[in-house]
């Protein structure tokens, strides 16, 4: 291959489905050179290991993990994500590489007109100006949120992904911890995301997702809940939550989790842990009410865990 070539390969996008990357290029956000990408064998569909570890190809579209069945009794907050996630029509298109690794939805980064830290600039035209559905944890220079629902779940799941060139990274060495306002993932230029690996369920756990959002349908969540719990003798013995829609990347509730590891599962401990689960909050100055939207999430879906 020529320099050039190289070069050229390195500049240009891969499009997948093109769900995300089609309204991109519609706006003028991307306008370079596209490679599109589709599925080997290996890259797409359900590989179960004997251990009972579920691999799933990058190429698998979100729909088909809804609708597993096998899925869905290993892993029922992934299933829930992928079921609750933009319409059934993007769901039968959109692949779980696209999804983890689709671009911010700032309505200020998706204006080719503005710049902002995501496209090269020096600030964050958000943090000063209209930024309602952008972050409760202010933890990095660019204020919007991680848009994958799939990546906060799989965070839940201690998931692995997988590349054509790396292997065993956890959603944080993907996504990064938010420091880097100028990228959404940590992917080199031309790496492609090849699978997600899931260890085997905990026995007896469940787990649920929810999701505020500001319509009923077709948009990207307020706040976003994958949660899993092992309740046991009427204790929880594993509480684990995940947030999407509050931070430039999702989060793990740790001081929620914490609150409630090994505790009696009662009304008032999971109303403790709830307030909680905005431990370490920095919201903007109109994202306020993300945190009661969050502390609501999290106390429903514990409740029902444990009922
Ligand atoms: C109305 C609406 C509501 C939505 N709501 C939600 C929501 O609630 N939650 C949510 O998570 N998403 C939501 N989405 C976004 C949707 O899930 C994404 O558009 C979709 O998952 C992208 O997948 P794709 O295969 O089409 O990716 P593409 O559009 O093809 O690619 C997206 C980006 O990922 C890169 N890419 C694609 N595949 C790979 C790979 N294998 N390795 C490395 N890079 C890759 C591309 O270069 C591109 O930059 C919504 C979309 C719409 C239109």
């Not at 291959?1 to 706006?27: K, V, W």
């Not at 050179?33 to 990058?58: Q, Y």
């Not at 929810?210 to 969540?221: C, D, K, L, Q, V």
Request: proline content about 6%.
């Amino acid at each position: 291959m020529t320099p050039t070539a190289t070069t050229r390969i390195q500049a240009a996008e891969f499009r997948a489905a093109g769900t995300d990357l089609s309204e991109r290029r519609r706006s003028g956000v991307s306008t370079g050179p596209l490679i599109d990408i589709s599925a080997t064998p290996d890259t797409i569909g359900m590989h179960w290991e004997a251990d009972g570890r579920l691999r799933i190809g990058a190429f698998t579209t979100i729909a088909a993990i809804a609708a597993d069945a096998r899925l869905a009794a290993a892993y029922p907050g992934l299933a829930a994500s992928a079921l609750g996630l933009a319409t059934p029509q993007i769901r039968h298109l959109a692949t779980l590489g696209g999804n983890l690794a689709q671009r911010s939805r700032c309505w200020y980064y998706r204006n080719p007109h503005i710049g902002c830290l995501r496209k090269g600039g020096s600030d964050c035209p958000a943090r000063e100006g209209n930024h309602l559905y952008h972050v409760a944890f202010d933890l990095g220079p660019c204020v919007a949120p991680h848009p994958s629902t799939m990546a906060a779940a799989l965070l839940a799941y201690d998931a692995r992904i997988a590349t054509d060139r790396r292997s065993g990274l956890t959603i944080g060495d993907l996504l990064g911890d938010g420091a880097n306002g100028a990228a959404d993932n940590a992917l080199e230029p031309g790496e492609m995301i090849t699978s997600v690996e899931l260890a085997a369920p905990l026995g007896g756990e469940r787990a649920l997702y929810r999701r505020a959002i500001s319509r009923t349908h077709a948009e990207w969540p307020l706040v976003e809940v994958c949660a899993r719990a092992v309740v046991r003798d009427g204790a929880f013995q594993f509480v684990r939550l995940a947030a999407g829609g509050i931070a430039p990347v999702p989060l793990r509730l740790v001081a929620a989790e914490n609150t409630l590891q090994g505790k009696t599962a009662s009304a008032v401990a999971i109303a403790v842990a709830a307030q909680q689960a905005t431990a370490g909050a920095k919201p903007l100055p109109m994202t306020g009410y993300k945190l009661d939207l969050l502390r609501g999430v999290v106390q429903d879906l514990l409740e029902r865990l444990a009922a």
